[in-house]
């Protein structure tokens, strides 16, 4: 991503003040001879694909005294040109790096098992999952413990193929904790072992139809505290426990896990924070800015805290698809690229989410830093708003590990901006 930060540069000194103009012919002579120079390195350096190189070339065009208007372009301002060529560039490559991403991911993930669909085990033929067989003995009937699975052969218990090999072992292990728990007779425990058991587990995995759903059902995906279900819940889950199938169990652990892994990838945008921001302080601190800075600068505002005014737009499907992020309060707004920046504010189920996995030990205190996020307040200024509204959202700048989205901006507190109002920014 450091193509990222130059082109960044690029746009910041596009934005800067031009150098003193100067009406001495040979300088003006000099600066086109420069001009001259780097349009040259520049056709070369998109030639070659060298974007950092483009980058630099570009700060440097936009720096000199005088420019005379890029040919075959429709712009009168040769610095406005530039500008629109970076914008495109840094689109082009945000889309490249999303692509590469789900590339590497797919790939260190392999493919599920065909044997067991993914399963990692099979259902035992001789007690067909039930974990105990009958058989007389003299005029009685005995039960006899059996295993309720038998290991899948094919992928030796990872339920994947042409995996990671990193991937492979991480799997193995979870299959195999998930069996461990899964005899268990107290169904909370077992939870609490599995799911905070957790690192490494790759995001992106899901079982087709998975057993259990019934048990799914009472506790939802999670990540969840176990023993923060409602009591009324806790006692549903205890009864339909004890009379489900191991097999059951060991699937509706492990699909509890994969849910929650998922989870815990797309924010570790909020693993190691250590400032814990109050909304008074971030209403303080926040400082106005455009838009358009957000949108195709956001990455030096990362830490900051910021106020801008933007239209709401419906979210879109594509909007949505633009890139993988797990919280449901996306903010589409008017003019900024979800590959740039999403805003989004956390609802409550969000910040139940996140304490969990900050409980449960997953990520570096994940919950840290949002600790006194006001979800209910800004989910109900964001209902009482309708869509299409010029917003006044305030918040805090954060980096996404993966570098896609380039930024994000946590809306800690949004109102609507009157008519009249506009652009008088507190
Ligand atoms: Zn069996
Ligand atoms: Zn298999």
Same mark, same amino acid.
């Given at each position: 991503?450091?193509?990222?930060?130059?082109?960044?540069?690029?746009?910041?000194?596009?934005?800067?003040?031009?150098?003193?103009?100067?009406?001495?012919?040979?300088?003006?002579?000099?600066?086109?001879?420069?001009?001259?120079?780097?349009?040259?390195?520049?056709?070369?350096?998109?030639?070659?694909?060298?974007?950092?190189?483009?980058?630099?070339?570009?700060?440097?065009?936009?720096?000199?005294?005088?420019?005379?208007?890029?040919?075959?372009?429709?712009?009168?301002?040769?610095?406005?040109?530039?500008?629109?060529?970076?914008? !495109?560039?840094?689109?082009?490559?945000?889309?490249?790096?999303?692509?590469?991403?789900?590339?590497?991911?797919?790939?260190?993930?392999?493919?599920?098992?065909?044997?067991?669909?993914?399963?990692?085990?099979?259902?035992?033929?001789?007690?067909?999952?039930?974990?105990?067989?009958?058989?007389?003995?003299?005029?009685?009937?005995?039960?006899?413990?059996?295993?309720?699975?038998?290991?899948?052969?094919?992928?030796?218990?990872?339920?994947?193929?042409?995996?990671?090999?990193?991937?492979?072992?991480?799997?193995?292990?979870?299959?195999?904790?998930?069996?461990?728990?899964?005899?268990?007779?107290?169904?909370?425990?077992?939870?609490?072992?599995?799911?905070?058991?957790?690192?490494?587990?790759?995001?992106?995995?899901?079982? !087709?139809?998975?057993?259990?759903?019934?048990?799914? /059902?009472?506790?939802?995906?999670?990540?969840?505290?176990?023993?923060?279900?409602?009591?009324?819940?806790?006692?549903?889950?205890?009864?339909?426990?004890?009379?489900?199938? %191991?097999?059951?169990?060991?699937?509706?652990?492990?699909?509890?896990?994969?849910?929650?892994?998922?989870?815990?990838?797309?924010?570790?945008?909020?693993?190691?924070?250590?400032?814990?921001?109050?909304?008074?302080?971030?209403?303080?601190?926040?400082?106005?800015?455009?838009?358009?800075?957000?949108?195709?600068?956001?990455?030096?505002?990362?830490?900051?805290?910021?106020?801008? !005014?933007?239209?709401?737009?419906?979210?879109?499907?594509?909007?949505?698809?633009?890139?993988?992020?797990?919280?449901?309060?996306?903010?589409?707004?008017?003019?900024?690229? %979800?590959?740039?920046?999403?805003?989004?504010?956390?609802?409550?189920?969000?910040?139940?989410?996140?304490?969990?996995?900050? /409980?449960?030990?997953?990520?570096?205190?994940?919950?840290?830093?949002?600790?006194?996020?006001?979800?209910?307040?800004?989910?109900?200024?964001?209902?009482?708003?309708?869509?299409?509204?010029?917003?006044?959202?305030?918040?805090?700048?954060?980096?996404?590990?993966?570098?896609?989205?380039?930024?994000?901006?946590?809306?800690?507190?949004? !109102?609507?901006?009157?008519?009249?109002?506009?652009?008088?920014?507190?």
């Amino acid at each position: 991503m450091k193509l990222l930060l130059s082109v960044t540069l690029f746009l910041a000194a596009v934005g800067a003040p031009l150098p003193a103009q100067s009406d001495d012919p040979s300088k003006l002579l000099a600066s086109l001879e420069q001009q001259r120079q780097l349009s040259h390195r520049l056709r070369e350096a998109r030639q070659t694909g060298d974007l950092q190189e483009v980058a630099r070339v570009m700060a440097s065009l936009s720096a000199l005294p005088h420019l005379v208007a890029l040919p075959f372009s429709n712009e009168d301002d040769p610095r406005g040109a530039l500008k629109a060529q970076a914008r !495109e560039m840094l689109d082009q490559e945000l889309a490249n790096a999303t692509k590469v991403l789900e590339q590497t991911r797919r790939q260190a993930l392999g493919k599920a098992c065909t044997r067991c669909d993914g399963r990692a085990y099979r259902q035992c033929g001789r007690c067909q999952g039930k974990g105990y067989r009958e058989r007389r003995v003299g005029r009685r009937m005995r039960r006899i413990d059996c295993r309720a699975w038998d290991p899948c052969p094919v992928c030796s218990e990872s339920g994947r193929l042409a995996a990671d090999p990193e991937v492979h072992q991480r799997l193995q292990r979870l299959v195999l904790l998930a069996g461990k728990e899964a005899v268990r007779i107290d169904v909370l425990t077992a939870i609490k072992n599995v799911l905070s058991n957790l690192d490494g587990v790759p995001p992106g995995l899901a079982l !087709e139809s998975p057993r259990g759903g019934f048990l799914l /059902k009472i506790t939802g995906h999670g990540p969840f505290i176990p023993d923060k279900l409602k009591s009324t819940d806790k006692k549903k889950l205890k009864a339909a426990w004890l009379k489900s199938q %191991p097999a059951d169990r060991r699937e509706y652990l492990y699909q509890l896990a994969l849910d929650t892994a998922r989870v815990a990838d797309g924010l570790r945008f909020l693993s190691g924070q250590t400032k814990v921001p109050t909304l008074a302080e971030v209403i303080k601190k926040a400082t106005p800015t455009t838009v358009e800075e957000l949108a195709w600068n956001g990455r030096s505002l990362i830490g900051k805290f910021v106020s801008i !005014e933007a239209v709401g737009k419906k979210p879109t499907q594509e909007y949505l698809d633009a890139v993988d992020f797990p919280l449901a309060g996306r903010i589409n707004l008017d003019g900024v690229d %979800p590959k740039m920046v999403v805003a989004f504010c956390y609802v409550p189920e969000d910040i139940e989410a996140i304490r969990a996995c900050g /409980k449960l030990g997953i990520g570096d205190k994940i919950d840290r830093s949002v600790r006194s996020y006001p979800p209910r307040a800004v989910m109900k200024a964001l209902q009482k708003i309708g869509v299409g509204k010029r917003l006044r959202l305030q918040g805090r700048v954060l980096r996404h590990p993966d570098g896609v989205p380039a930024a994000l901006l946590e809306v800690w507190r949004v !109102e609507e901006v009157a008519a009249g109002e506009e652009g008088a920014q507190r």
